[in-house]
């Protein structure tokens, strides 16, 4: 972080940015694992510096203080690192439902002025349908699992692990006013065309910092804390997977990230990574439960918020009947039988 003086008898003052979540990880569980799909894992303390990288190499790309960044991604590292990388840059960070119809993400992505776009490889072909009605977008950052060149005729830029190669493990972050705009979300499914949300880093501390406090202060249902393996089912684009991502980096947990969301693997990852707490909707919370896999492996004690939509007590006695802590964190005060 970039250093600011004092005069004798001066307060700091203490902004409540989201720098400061990465404070107590790196203090207390450096060495904590960050998982991806079972297939590659890597410590806190790595995170830090991957963020830093993410930084520099956006800045080298020419994002400023300001500027929007729009990511397409499943649930991973790199989302998470992104989570920190842009806002604590004094940039924007977008998280683009890729789920929306084409003519919903042209809106999004040309309302929101998006300077600089990261693309999982899976959505190419949907960029090429779209990239010529694309009015701001200057730069794309390529996200790839395979490792294969892409065979797309959209330009790519550089693709993201080779832009943290050559990038600084260090970069000069500024010191930002906790109402400087961190985030972006536009609702769907609503009248008219989608709506976008700003969050200010103070919003999201205030949010996760309640959150923590909600999760963590009971004794019985609900419990979140700094020993548990965690999992997030809802997706990162979806208002920041509700914050937990963000508190379980301030509590230095084991994250898990799944990637795409397939049953089989997200069971594979309870039973090999010992999860013990997600969130997610009944949808996905069915899906799951109605795979073969869940017959065969212990569930006991594995938490999950249920969101979204109404919990069924049809599906809350499903997950009750294995063992499952599954509790409805908001959306409807009463469970449809």
Not at 15 to 29: E, H, N, Y
Not at 35 to 46: C, D, K, L, W
Not at 122 to 146: A, G, M, N, Q, Y
Not at 223 to 234: C, K
């Amino acid at each position: 972080m970039k250093e600011k003086t004092y005069k004798p008898g001066e307060c700091y003052d203490y902004q409540l940015t989201l720098d400061k979540l990465l404070l107590t990880p790196l203090a207390c569980a450096p060495e904590q694992e960050i998982v991806y799909r079972g297939e590659s894992r890597y410590t806190y303390t790595t995170l830090y510096d991957r963020i830093h990288r993410e930084a520099g190499g956006l800045a080298k790309l020419g994002v400023n203080q300001g500027d929007t960044v729009c990511i397409f991604d499943y649930d991973s590292p790199r989302f998470l690192e992104t989570y920190f990388a842009v806002p604590m840059m004094g940039a924007v960070m977008h998280m683009m439902n890729w789920r929306s119809s084409p003519d919903q993400i042209i809106y999004m992505m040309n309302h929101a002025r998006d300077r600089v776009l990261l693309i999982h490889e899976d959505f190419l072909p949907l960029l090429e349908s779209i990239r010529d009605k694309l009015t701001t977008v200057e730069k794309v950052i390529l996200l790839s699992d395979s490792g294969a060149d892409p065979d797309t005729k959209i330009p790519i830029d550089i693709e993201y692990e080779a832009m943290l190669a050559g990038a600084s493990s260090r970069y000069p972050f500024p010191e930002l006013d906790d109402n400087t705009r961190a985030t972006l979300f536009y609702t769907t499914g609503t009248t008219g065309l989608p709506k976008g949300v700003h969050f200010s880093h103070k919003q999201v501390m205030l949010h996760v910092l309640s959150e923590t406090i909600m999760t963590g202060s009971f004794h019985s249902m609900g419990r979140f804390h700094s020993n548990d393996v965690y999992m997030p089912i809802t997706p990162m684009f979806h208002v920041h997977a509700w914050g937990f991502p963000y508190a379980a980096t301030m509590l230095g947990v084991k994250q898990v990230y799944p990637g795409k969301y397939e049953p089989e693997r997200l069971l594979q990852l309870i039973r090999d990574e010992g999860v013990t707490f997600s969130h997610c909707v009944p949808t996905v919370l069915r899906m799951i439960l109605s795979h073969p896999l869940a017959n065969e492996i212990d569930l006991k004690g594995w938490k999950v918020v249920i969101g979204g939509s109404i919990f069924p007590v049809s599906l809350a006695a499903q997950a009750l009947s294995k063992g499952i802590e599954a509790f409805d964190g908001y959306g409807s005060p009463k469970l449809v039988r």
